[in-house]
């Protein structure tokens, strides 16, 4: 297997608020992170992506101990993108996108042409000498998400995109936008882990994905037409008996 | 283009502050071996205009730094406790210790101390992570209690103490000379390192985890930046008292105009700072002949109309 987590615990202030997490992905596959708020959901990618050190457990990609690597050579597999972050530096589109290709030492043209491949794909051409101050919510969205794509751009058979709520901002074309695109990309041999709410658009797109309970359990893994029920739903969420919610899903 | 435009600013800034003056001089004066001249020049314009040029353009660089690791536009290297630290120190050496008071290389020795150890009491309330928020407000407390002791120590000392103390709260480049100039000097190597991390200082603009996951030790990256802030903040201090607004201003104009990427920003900011105290130094010191008035004095009403000229076409655009 590809992206392995074996027993992650998360543990704040010795309480535990994740855990324990097994997971076993191919590469090439996209797993959806889904739980309530507080559930541990962005704790868990933050653990992935290097940035947050478990209490417990280890993680392996593609045979190697994630936290034994080092730094440099994590950022070349590993791209994260945090919940929507604003920033009050006025970087232009062009300037913050390619912070992205920081971690690789490629030859001006390649670079270039992975920027404009990237940008492409996140429909940026011509804002980029805007400064990303200037940037409506869903534009700046945009500009992060490429930023993210193009470092894993020209590895994506070797590499790991950790999303944390990726369709914040977005308007519904661009939503679709992005979900195809991911949707290409982990055809193509990269592999996915987001957190999300929008899990009523993942059917359409989705290969696994891993519902947290409130409390940061695993309640279940797997494909999401045969995981998510409406009581798996109502307990994650909590939901009551008399949702509207819960009315509305029928699976 | 444009860090070509700024440096020939700073140089033509430098041969304005040399010309200039209670005794005026030509460009012929300047370069011909005119005794007068040549004393003016090499003995009390020269050191001088170098410090104004390393002292200002060190505090400048310094502000784009914090403002990037603190990835907040209005913070100021004076937010790390090291200029109140520093003179704090200064004023307790004026007031209470003659030998202190009676050297200058001793007094800078002791402000630029007392900036470290303010600053290492500040970095202590981040704890290892060096929580940034934490760091911001543990600065704020210490500057505002070493500022205010400052204050105490003035008031109940003698008037001329109370003058000497004054000059560190408030900036002045009356004293200088050549050795001010050789420890001034030092604001380069550690200017020259900041530039070396300016990619790494472009990372730190986006959430921790992310520039984690570019491969940047955020905490460890942010350590060293601290370091070398508190030692260029530290070392101008120490020479010139406290200069309030460059660290603030400089930057955000420069990111303003040329742009925010610390390649372009931090050597421009370094450029813009020297013009600013070159030229405020000028002022201070031609305004009202012969009295001279606190270089910090002259920044703050100079810089402060502009930086609001400057935010205001920016809130139009």
């Given at each position: 297997m590809s992206l392995r987590l074996d027993d992650i615990v998360a543990k704040h202030r010795g309480v535990?608020?994740?855990?324990?997490i097994c997971i076993d992905l191919e590469q090439g596959t996209w797993l959806s992170i889904v739980g309530a708020n507080g559930a541990g959901k962005s704790t868990l990618l933050r653990i992935l992506a290097g940035a947050e050190a478990a209490s417990d457990g280890t993680c392996h990609f593609q045979g190697q101990t994630v936290s034994e690597l080092r730094n440099a050579e994590r950022a070349k597999r590993f791209a994260y993108l945090a919940q929507a972050a604003p920033t009050q530096f006025p970087f232009t589109v062009r300037e913050y996108v390619l912070l992205?290709?920081?971690?690789h030492e490629w030859s001006s043209e390649t670079r270039r042409n992975a920027f404009f491949d990237v940008t492409k794909s996140m429909s940026l051409?011509?804002?980029?000498?805007?400064?990303?101050?200037?940037?409506?919510g869903g534009e700046f969205q945009r500009v992060r998400l490429a930023r993210a794509l193009l470092q894993i751009w020209l590895n994506r058979e070797a590499s790991v995109l950790i999303l944390d709520?990726?369709?914040?901002?977005?308007?519904w074309k661009h939503q679709e936008q992005l979900l195809e695109l991911l949707g290409q990309l982990v055809s193509e041999g990269l592999t996915v882990v987001d957190a999300t709410?929008?899990?009523?658009?993942?059917?359409?797109?989705?290969?696994q994905v891993l519902v947290l309970s409130?409390?940061?359990?695993?309640?279940a893994m797997g494909k999401p037409s045969l995981t998510i029920t409406s009581e798996l739903v109502q307990n994650a969420f909590e939901?009551?008996?008399?949702?509207t919610f819960r009315a509305r899903l029928r699976f | 283009m444009r860090k070509v435009l700024i440096t020939l600013l700073a140089l033509a800034s430098v041969v304005l502050a040399l010309r200039l003056g209670s005794t005026s001089l030509s460009l012929t004066q300047l370069l011909s071996g005119d005794l007068e001249a040549h004393t003016v020049v090499w003995q009390l314009r020269l050191p001088r205009v170098l410090l104004a040029a390393l002292v200002g353009g060190g505090l400048a660089l310094a502000g784009a730094c914090i403002q990037g690791i603190f990835r907040?536009?209005?913070?100021?290297?004076?937010l790390l406790g090291v200029a109140g630290g520093a003179a704090f120190a200064a004023a307790l050496g004026i007031a209470f210790a003659p030998a202190v008071a009676a050297s200058p290389w001793l007094l800078a020795g002791v402000a630029f101390v007392g900036g470290l150890l303010a600053t290492l009491i500040v970095l202590s309330f981040g704890g290892r992570n060096t929580d940034l928020y934490t760091i911001l407000l543990a600065g704020l407390a210490v500057n505002a209690a070493a500022l205010a002791l400052v204050g105490l120590i003035g008031v109940l000392s003698m008037e001329t103490t109370f003058r000497s103390i004054s000059f560190w709260t408030m900036?002045?480049?009356?004293?200088?000379t050549w050795i001010d100039v050789g420890v001034a000097s030092l604001i380069l190597p550690c200017a020259l390192l900041l530039i070396r991390r300016a990619s790494t200082l472009d990372g730190l603009v986006l959430p921790d985890a992310e520039a984690q996951s570019l491969g940047i030790p955020v905490s460890q990256s942010r350590r060293q930046v601290i370091v070398l802030v508190a030692a260029i903040t530290g070392i101008a201090v120490s020479l010139t008292g406290v200069i309030a607004f460059v660290g603030l201003i400089v930057p955000h104009m420069i990111r303003l105009s040329?742009?925010?990427t610390h390649r372009t920003l931090l050597p421009c900011a370094f450029a813009g700072g020297a013009i600013l105290i070159v030229l405020a130094d000028l002022l201070s010191r031609t305004l009202i002949v012969p009295m001279e008035i606190p270089v910090g004095i002259i920044t703050a009403l100079l810089g402060a109309p502009i930086f609001v000229l400057l935010l205001r076409a920016q809130v139009k655009a």
């Open positions: 535990r608020v994740l855990g324990p992205g290709a920081l971690p051409e011509g804002l980029f000498d805007r400064s990303v101050v200037q940037l409506s709520e990726p369709l914040t901002s977005l308007d709410h929008q899990f009523l658009l993942m059917p359409s797109h989705d290969d409130p409390r940061g359990e695993a309640l939901l009551d008996e008399d949702s | 907040n536009p209005l913070a100021d290297p004076s900036g002045s480049l009356n004293q200088a040329m742009g925010a």
